[in-house]
């Protein structure tokens, strides 16, 4: 049964790293599990028992998470949760948590008003800058008192078009102060991208920068914000931010005033609205490579909840560290990242190409402001190895101790380097979710070892399975990423669904009452997790499921292969396995390279996983967030149209697997 565990794994040989005696007396969650065994919750031999009481006894867990975080609210009530165990698949009476609760997300933001950095923004170009706790919230008052002049209050939706710089942050929790909604796309996006999606949810301000740097370029933003002010009928004003220039012009722009011209330097207090719990926060968006991105509703509380738990119980977050995520605007770990501020923690933003200065741009961050808690995308990190950078060679990694990684599987190799690139004493969390939840169902623990290939554990309160096609749990075997019971961070529903069917289809199709989250996984034996890909991508070649992340760990393995990208093709009357690869400088794809291809992938898998055809392209289609797009790629390789194009970072990668004469034999 799912939960189950081997003895006696301290000494396997994939182990790459165990917590010190003072890293897990120090750390948060021990610190916790001490707290609830003086509330007379329990005590806990080890972190699953602790998982364990928080499945079970989850509305104890949930509160007691509220009072050990020290939950800024005007009230927190008494009941925690009605209907603890529906999700909201049937009717609109699922469950409903902490519903007396009344609070503030951006509150909780801002609850630090000290003279400790609270941002620091880094740009491609070597701007920095530097916002102290105070000044942030100096910041958020001026802005705030601003929208309200405009008479946006809760509910209302304010869009960001911008950057990941401070007036990024400050803007959204000054949205937030007010209860209105906050939703934003980074500023690569094409003007339809953009359209698709806040169109959708018809803002009343949008907030946009002039442009940005990437990859030594200055892309200017001023002409697809005027595209979007004249397409979108319901707002009343656009912001604009200087980024890389100060000298604007706003004409062109409808209702468009300067970002310093806006802001009520008057007020110097913020007026938190106090909501429900689950009053709408954010709306962020499905990829949209497929149709229309779905516009997900995520509430405060939830959201808030949760995020401090990762946070402070699973990355071991406090007053004392420098976090930093790699992200733009358009993806979820840009809000996680912010949430950080409930922590205490010193945020540091960066915008641009994490590969400028040779490679080392996000290395020598670390080094230059401290950074404790580094996060990046597993891809960034092949990169690394794949370009033979040591960081420990490059800068000075004595503030580092953990690496986050997520955005896809992160592959053994990539652990391996880690602990030989990076540091010997740092726990790699491996961390997996969705924008969906905006959050993880499995990820990090600092109690943990970390061993080769796997996410240490279920997130805390996440009733965590993988399921067969039959619905039952499975260890050691590959099936169905399920969460078994509600969680607060679940969404609150999505945009322009009254009847909540779209909610419902989306993750409730498959079993009643159970969230089917899309990803296909593993439990192991030590109770980590592995993550084969995409349920909806998995391979089917004679009847049997082969998740793609199962391919990409070994194609990758080999120094000719900078990244790949496999699709099933229906052919006779099944499905035949496509590998398409971009191979680095100076490599050919020959007999030589598609045999050794072939031959890791046998000797390392099964002959079901070797493809039928191996191919290069020159590049792989990725969504903004850097997410390469197998469906869209599987659409191309059919014949079939590939929907919303404008979701891509580099739609033009497609015209490379169209058509091609190969795959007609």
Sequence with gaps: MAGQKETGLADRADL???????????????DFMGYLETQGQGSFEDYD????????????????LWDYTDIVAEQKGTVIAENADTFPCQSNAGVRWFPEASLNFAENLLRYRD?????????????????????????????????????????????????????????????????????????????????DRFGQIQPKILIGADGYFYNGKLCDSTGRLAAISDAIDSLEKVVVVPVISEQISCAEIANAVLWQDFLDT?????????????????????????????????????????????????????????????????????????SGLASGATLVLYDGSPFAEEGLALLKSIEAEGISVFGVGAKYLAA????????????????????LSTGSPLSHESFRYVYQGFKADICLSSISGGTDILSCFVGGSPILPVHVGEIQAPGLGMAVQIWSDDGEPLLGEKGELVCTKPFPSMPIGFWN?????????????????????????????????????RSDAVLNPGGVRIGTAEIYRQVERLRDVQESIVVGQEWADDVRVILFVVLTDGAILNDELRTRIANVIRENTTPRHVPAKILEVPDIPRTLSGKIVELAVRNAVHGRPVKNTDALANPEALDAFKGREELRT
């Design 266 to 338: 008057t007020a110097t207090e913020v007026q938190f609205a106090q909501l429900p719990f689950d009053h709408p926060l954010f709306i962020m968006y499905s990829s949209g490579t497929t149709g229309m991105p779905k516009c997900i509703v995520h509430g405060a509380g939830g959201t808030l909840l949760q995020h401090v738990k990762e946070h402070q119980l699973h990355v071991d977050l406090s007053r004392d560290d420098v976090l930093f995520y790699f992200t733009t605007c358009g993806w979820m770990m840009w809000n996680w990242l912010v």
């Design 115 to 195: 003279d400790r950095p609270a941002l620091i923004s880094r740009l491609e170009n070597g701007q920095r800058r530097v916002v102290t706790f105070k000044q942030l919230y100096t910041n958020v008052a001026a802005l705030s008192a601003s929208l309200r002049r405009l008479g946006i209050g809760p509910g209302d939706r304010v869009a960001g078009f911008m950057p990941n710089i401070i007036e990024t942050v400050e803007a959204m929790l000054a949205t937030t102060s007010l209860g209105a909604i906050w939703s934003s796309c980074s500023p690569d996006f094409g003007i339809n991208g953009v359209l």
């Design 497 to 533: 669904d009254p009847d909540g069917d779209l909610y419902r289809q989306a993750y409730f199709n498959t079993w009643p009452n159970i969230w089917a989250h899309g990803d296909y996984g593993e439990l192991t034996p030590s109770g980590g997790y592995i993550i084969h890909g």
């Design 16 to 30: 790459l790293w165990t917590p010190s005696a003072d890293r897990l007396t120090q750390s948060r969650l021990q």
């Design 384 to 403: 690394l190895e794949k370009a033979n950078i040591v960081p420990h060679d490059e800068v000075d990694l004595s503030s580092l101790k953990t690496i």
């Design 49 to 64: 028992a602790l998982h364990q009481f928080s499945v079970a006894q989850r509305e104890n867990f949930w509160s007691a």
